[in-house]
């Protein structure tokens, strides 16, 4: 029997070393008992870090959407897999069962193939949260064709860029999208993104908000009339453990986005795993993860790895500040949520807001609290774990990113004691390292430097589309043989881990290497401070000089300024030491931040060091108006 399940902190233990000393036998045992295939693997794993070359499960066939829908049919046939709630609190919410969603993905799937599109075709996704986002991923994967969400969020431009990079034949998308009180035109944002493309023969439009959008002939068709004539067969395409299943897009730091290229046997065993061990999902729970199916969060924690494990996730197509602040934790007592995935950046925002919001609903449904996004700061810790938890719910700080296909960094809830701030310990079969600037690995415990993964782990990305290159030099040549992620990286004196930020963000100061992470925590305790954000600009003397952007709370903007950053440099003297104070400290309204919350730090480098010439694309800003902001008010 494998450890599909881990329970407590000796089976971990016990388990992680298994799946290290034998990673082989370890993942074998896991996909033979857990999944379904049509054709066992040949081998368990190839690779070569230098070339760079990985394939998991090599000569196997599946379709991931037979795992994720058809083998669930007989036992949980009527059990809700996707719960919806719309933006509207009063519209209802949709409990789709394993039968409908089976049902509603293959006539999806016929309706993609009835408009030419076959095994391999790329098909851009750019639809708002809605139950025909998540069906048509599955669609796409029932026939092998390839797709490429592009986060609904994003501008024309910035769609344009992604379609054009894997040549798109396909773009599926909506009348429009509800946001709040807003709608946003997404329609009109593809039409223009098409007019700087040549590859896209055909959009279907799923109707959202009735509004009165322009169809353009012979290209655009309404998605409900092709659906409501398909048939509700259709045999999965049965695909090599190896054939790509995703392209998703991040960020580099070159212009050119990335286009991560997930393939389908690897993936589902390892988006699967984690789910079931870091949610500690049991049968009758409803699980929620508010991020968007944009992200890799999404397609990995609300599509895959949720429905593989015959799981109800909820689709949240709203904000959380619609109608009010409390509209989370209403959520959450409407239907019952055992456990709650959500980021950094919402914690916080949700914290700065009044306690009445949280302590009006009852939430002693939630069971585990999970964030992923960014490092989160203490105080946003404890007050995720006194409020929402109410310090009964373990929170799982889970690092990884859309390279890594899956969950890496983590506790386990109820298996390994919480820390705050800290991920903790390396899930099953991740074999991290501490590198130092020389290349060489910094062993042993109470050490920091980069954060590097020595071993592949079967969600691993395989390569970027078209760039293999560029794949390789920016994980696989900064250390020899080892994967290279971008971030920095502390192991405590028990060997935890605690993430200290990109390590572009790491600022030399008078030779000190100073992550942004801590010093903004530290700055965070000031009870005055919402949020704040570190960037490094040149100094005579000391190399480099630290620039703080601090957005005040309520409460303090009505204090003088200049006491202000006096309590503020006391605090970080406090928590770090003066070599840490800040030489210049800009009070704001907003700092510019990316559609998934993650602060530009690139853009506050450029206005600290004075070079706001060419500020780079602010496009796929959240909030692109208060670059402007922060110039003017520049130190
Ligand atoms: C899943 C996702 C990846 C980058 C990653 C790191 C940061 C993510 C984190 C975290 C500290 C955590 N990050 N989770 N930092 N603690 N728990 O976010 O993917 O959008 O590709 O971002 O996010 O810097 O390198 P992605």
Redesign the pocket.
């Known amino acids: 029997m494998s450890n599909y399940h881990i329970k407590h902190l000796e089976e971990y233990y016990q388990v992680y070393r298994k799946s290290v000393r034998e990673p082989e036998n370890f993942w074998e045992e896991i996909a033979e008992e857990h999944f379904m295939w049509r054709k066992k693997w040949d081998k368990v794993l190839s690779w070569d870090f230098s070339k760079p070359e990985v394939k998991w499960f090599e000569g196997a066939k599946l379709n991931i959407t037979e795992n994720c829908i058809d083998r669930h049919l007989r036992t949980k046939g009527d059990k809700t897999a996707i719960l919806f709630e719309p933006n509207n609190p009063e519209e209802k919410a949709q409990h789709i069962t394993y039968k409908q969603l089976h049902e509603r993905v293959c006539k999806m799937a016929n309706v993609l193939k009835d408009q030419g599109i076959k095994k391999g075709d790329r098909v851009c996704i750019y639809l708002p949260m809605i139950p025909e986002l998540a069906i048509s991923l599955l669609a796409c994967a029932r026939i092998g064709a390839i797709h490429s969400v592009v986060f609904a969020g994003f501008s024309s431009t910035a769609l344009a860029t992604r379609i054009n990079d894997c040549d798109c034949k396909m773009v599926l998308t909506s009348d429009g999208s509800f946001r709040g009180e807003k709608t946003i035109d997404l329609k009109g944002i593809v039409d223009e993104a098409l007019g700087n493309t040549q590859c896209v023969e055909t959009v279907l439009v799923v109707k959202r908000i009735n509004s009165g959008i322009n169809m353009k002939k012979g290209r655009d068709k309404w998605m409900q009339p092709l659906l409501d004539k398909a048939s509700k067969d259709c045999e999965p395409e049965i695909m090599n453990a190896e054939d790509p299943l995703f392209i998703l897009y991040?960020s580099g730091s070159t212009g050119q986005p990335k286009g991560m290229v997930h393939t389908t046997a690897g993936y589902m065993v390892f988006t699967a795993y984690t789910f079931k061990n870091v949610f500690q999902y049991n049968n009758d729970d409803v699980y929620w993860c508010t991020a968007d199916i944009g992200?890799?969060?999404g397609h990995s924690y609300i599509v895959y790895g949720p429905l593989a494990n015959g799981a109800t996730t909820v689709m949240f197509e709203g904000v959380p500040t619609y109608p009010d602040w409390g509209r989370f934790w209403e959520v959450v007592q409407k239907h019952k949520i055992n456990q709650f995935y959500t980021a950094p950046t919402a914690i916080r925002a949700l914290a700065k807001q009044s306690l009445d919001f949280v302590e009006k609903y009852d939430l002693s449904s939630l069971k585990v609290l999970g964030?992923?996004?960014?490092?989160?700061n203490d105080e946003a810790w404890k007050w995720y774990n006194d409020n929402i938890g109410k310090k009964k719910s373990p929170i799982v700080?889970?690092?990884?990113?859309?390279?890594t296909g899956g969950i890496m960094i983590t506790p386990i809830p109820f298996v390994t004691p919480t820390k705050p701030t800290y991920?903790t310990l390396p899930f099953i079969g991740v074999q991290p390292a501490i590198m130092d600037e020389n290349g060489n690995e910094i062993k042993g415990n109470q050490v920091d430097g980069r954060l590097c993964i020595k071993f592949p782990w079967p969600g691993i990305a395989r390569t970027i589309w078209g760039n293999h290159e560029r794949y390789r030099d920016t994980y696989f040549s900064a250390y020899k043989g080892m994967y290279f992620?971008?971030?920095g990286a502390l192991r405590d004196e028990v060997g935890y881990y605690r993430?200290t930020?990109?390590v572009d963000d790491v600022i030399i100061v008078s030779g000190h290497n100073l992550g942004t992470a801590p010093i903004e925590d530290a700055i965070n305790e000031h009870p005055a401070v919402a949020e704040s954000a570190i960037v490094g600009f040149p100094h005579d003397i000391k190399g480099n000089a630290l620039y703080g952007y601090v957005i005040l709370k309520e409460t303090g903007e009505s204090r003088d300024q200049n006491n202000l950053r006096k309590e503020i440099n006391q605090i970080i003297a406090e928590h770090i030491g003066p070599i840490a104070k800040l030489d210049k400290i800009q009070f704001t309204q907003g700092l510019p931040k990316t559609r998934?919350g993650?602060i530009m730090r690139r853009i506050l480098r450029k206005i600290a060091q004075k070079d706001t010439g060419d500020l780079g694309d602010t496009s796929t800003l959240l909030n692109p108006e208060v670059v402007q902001s922060i110039m003017d008010n520049a130190l």
Do not use: F, H, L, Y
């Open positions: 991040t992200w890799v969060t964030t992923v996004g960014e490092p989160i700080d889970t690092w990884w990113q859309t390279e991920a992620s971008g971030d993430i930020g990109r998934s993650k």
